[in-house]
């Protein structure tokens, strides 16, 4: 793991929707020195304690606005930006969030610089306790 803060020590938390705990949510910063604009971000591959989460249980947060996976591929908006230093908020649905206790989670992000030929994939963990 890279020498700076990657993942928000207080960052970690679940989330609640109408009295539930629908999932968990998490920031963390880009890995790429000049930040990024959401439509090169391809993926971002989350296993939380050993389970993989479907892509499609993941939203985005930037600047204010969340952005399932799919959705970044088309934000063109220059506001909508992942700045290199910024902590992004990600939340993930799982029923009934996290346990009380400690975690191990394991991220890949997955961007496509265009001026490049190849993706670079960033792998981030980390410990944390909810």
Known sequence: MAGRQI??????????????VTGFAFQFKAQYYRGITLSILRDLKINIDG?????????????????????????????YRWE?????????????????GAHHINTLQIIAPSYMPFQIEAVCEADFTI
Request: a negative charge; hydrophobic letters at 30%; glycine letters at 8%.
């Open 7 to 20: 993942y928000n020590p207080d960052g970690f938390r679940n989330i609640q929707s109408d009295g539930s």
């Open 51 to 79: 389970e993989d989460i479907p892509r499609e249980k993941v939203r985005i947060e930037v600047n204010g606005q969340a952005f399932t996976l799919e959705e970044t591929r088309t934000v063109i908006d220059s506001n």
């Open 84 to 100: 290199f230093g910024e902590y992004a908020t990600v939340y993930v649905e799982k029923e009934n969030g996290l346990a009380p």
